[in-house]
């Protein structure tokens, strides 16, 4: 199977997500400032896969510093922090890869060590936690996929929106993993992808993601959720997140909203499936979330194609936010919060 992203000698490498499914190439960036660019062009995506790329970026930053004191070294942490920081708004995940990092770093430099054995050591420390922000995150997803199968039904279809798979995380997926898991279980479930305009995730990745694995999944268009959820042709929906704030309202992909809604009506359970690292208890409720807005030339181009009148305007936000009365239940790696998600998203999150 495929990696999303590796640590390698010559530095970070991930496969080139923009590419798919025409091509299955794979950029390998050798300083932060590209890891950065990847990141902002969605060559890596994906909420989880972000903070994985955010915390090699600081690694690979660290690791090639010319910094010879630790003075130094902190203000060149600084800029490295911040040109990852700005790439996408709206993904937790990225800033508590940023975090993490930067505790693990702070640790090392407090020490009593002198300053040319604290760099040495600070560098390959980063390297390994890196690694390790890779490794626990396929953990995890596993550990959500054991949570949630139980939720999805013995046979049927599931909606998904986006790709919430292993293209977006470290591997095995956060929505993708739940339904890998109950059809390793035995369940007998195929999958209805929504194509995601207008960045088409589900149309390039997920549909190709679950083809490379055998899982049935069939293609179809945003406006066409409705039809089938009135056919009675979806028994559950389940869809990734990027951030989830205190009260278990939902950022994700734009047009995650309309189906929960959709769902609503038709009496179809809503599933999140999203780690820890997702939650942003910070916030009381997703109105404070902030939304990333993108280039109006990804609505008025499909493929480099204009679909559009020249100069028409055009808005692109990235995300929506799902209020928390559609969200039937949200399946993280500790287990599956339930309504008031205020108290299970804080009992969870410990
Ligand atoms: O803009 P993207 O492709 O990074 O958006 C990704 C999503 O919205 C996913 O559903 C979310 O990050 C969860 S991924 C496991």
Redesign the pocket.
């Known amino acids: 199977m495929f990696k999303t992203i590796e640590w390698t000698d010559d530095g970070v490498r991930m496969i080139d997500?923009t590419k798919l499914p025409r091509e299955e190439v794979y950029l390998t960036c050798r300083d932060y400032r590209e890891v950065a660019e990847a990141i902002r062009s969605?060559v890596i995506?994906?909420?989880?896969?972000?903070g994985v790329a955010a915390a090699m970026g600081v690694a690979l930053g660290v690791k090639n510093s010319q910094a010879t004191t630790v003075t130094e070294l902190r203000a060149e942490f600084d800029r490295i922090a911040e040109t990852i920081s700005r790439t996408?708004p709206?993904?937790v995940?990225l800033f508590w890869a940023v975090d993490r990092m930067r505790r693990v770093f702070e640790e090392l430099l407090a020490g009593p060590l002198p300053d040319a054995e604290k760099l040495a050591a600070v560098k390959s420390r980063l390297v390994e936690e890196a690694q390790g922000v890779l490794a626990e995150d396929v953990a995890i997803n596993r550990a959500m996929g054991r949570h949630g199968a139980a939720l999805l039904p013995d046979a049927g279809t599931v909606l998904t929106?986006?790709?919430?798979?292993a293209l977006?995380?470290g591997g095995y997926?956060?929505?993708?993993g739940v339904i890998r898991a109950a059809v390793a279980a035995g369940k007998k479930l195929q999958v209805f992808a929504d194509e995601?305009r207008p960045?088409l995730?589900g149309a390039r990745?997920t549909a190709w993601e679950l083809m490379q694995d055998g899982i049935p999944v069939t293609l179809i268009s945003d406006s066409m959720a409705g039809h089938f959820m009135k056919q009675g042709e979806i028994k559950a929906v389940i869809?990734?997140?990027?951030r989830i704030a205190a009260n278990g309202d939902v950022a994700?992909?734009i047009g995650?909203y309309s189906v929960a809604v959709l769902a609503h009506v038709h009496g179809i359970p809503f599933y999140v499936?999203?780690p820890i690292s997702?939650l942003d208890l910070r916030l009381a409720s997703g109105d404070l979330i902030p939304i990333?807005e993108?280039s109006s030339t990804e609505v008025t181009q499909l493929a480099g194609i204009s679909i559009a009148p020249a100069n028409v305007v055009a808005r692109h936000p990235?995300?929506d936010v799902t209020p928390h009365r559609y969200v039937t239940a949200i399946v993280t790696e500790r287990g599956v919060a339930r309504p008031p998600f205020t108290e299970s998203l804080r009992t969870l999150a410990g």
């Open positions: 997500q969605m995506r994906g909420a989880p896969a972000i996408r709206t993904a995940n929106h986006c790709n919430a798979g977006a995380t997926g956060t929505a993708l995601t960045f995730q990745l869809v990734g997140a990027d994700n992909k995650t499936a999203a997702t990333e993108r990235a995300f």
